[in-house]
Each structure stands twice: as structure tokens, then as C-alpha cells.
């Protein structure tokens, strides 16, 4: 790869910002209102809050280029699993009433080396509290 090129790729953090801000047109193409994006509570951010009536989703959002090592969700492992659901509990002790069920899941973003081509994989409940 050229210096060119390398100066033309996004830094991590702009990788990061625009796998979510696909996520979030994902999930709003289906119906999901986005009621937060990089949310703390609890001392915990949250990549992405969305609601679709009485649900609440907690959306975990991991990005990356193809050809890394291993799968985006493989990342979000048991301990940063208790942390979104401390936060998640933070977040609707915050809350008025109204929100009867919630929600983990986690979006992966897979984008191709030169980032024009993008795949994205919606885990639906991909853990719950308990786990």
C-alpha cells in the first residue's frame, strides 16, 4: 500500500463512526426509532439506542475491514457483556415507564479494504441479562 493511500484511509475512530451510523440507518430502514447514539449511563457508553414500540434495543456496534482477524461478535465477550447490560439497567432506571421488554443485540459492520463495499450482520438477541 502507497502513503497515499494509508493517509486516505479512515482512522479507527472514523471506521468506528461510520459503521454506526450505518447501523443506525439499518435498524431506522426497519421500522427501529434511534433514541440514542453513544449513550453513557451507568458509566458505560452504548454504541446505539433504538426503540420499536414497547421494545428497547441495546445495539452493541462493531466495525472492521474484511480479512481481520476474527468475527465482530466474537469481541463482545462476557465482560463486556456485563457492562452494556449495567449500563442498559442504568439507562431504564432513567426512563419513564413504558418500555415493557429489552433487547441486546449486536451489529457487525464489515467493510472491504478500500471501503466500498460494506456487508452488515444484525444478531438479533444476541445475549440477554442472564448471560
Not at 3 to 32: I, K, P, Q, V, W
Not at 33 to 52: K, S, T, Y
Not at 86 to 104: D, M, V
Amino acid at each position: 500500500m502507497s502513503a497515499a493511500d494509508r493517509t486516505r484511509r479512515r482512522s479507527r475512530n472514523e471506521l468506528g463512526a461510520e459503521g454506526e451510523r450505518r447501523a443506525a440507518d439499518h435498524l431506522a430502514a426497519r421500522g427501529y426509532r434511534i433514541v440514542g447514539r453513544n449513550v453513557r449511563a451507568g458509566g458505560v457508553e452504548m454504541d446505539l439506542i433504538a426503540r420499536r414500540g414497547h421494545l428497547v434495543v441495546f445495539v452493541e456496534v462493531k466495525t472492521r475491514r474484511s480479512g481481520g482477524p476474527g468475527a465482530g461478535e466474537d469481541a463482545v465477550d462476557a465482560r463486556k457483556r456485563l457492562r452494556l447490560v449495567r449500563g442498559a439497567a442504568a439507562w431504564l432506571h432513567e426512563q419513564p415507564r413504558g418500555i415493557q421488554r429489552a433487547r441486546f443485540d449486536v451489529i457487525v459492520c464489515e467493510c472491504s479494504r478500500e471501503e466500498r463495499d460494506w456487508r452488515l450482520r444484525h444478531l438479533e438477541g444476541a445475549f440477554d441479562a442472564n448471560a
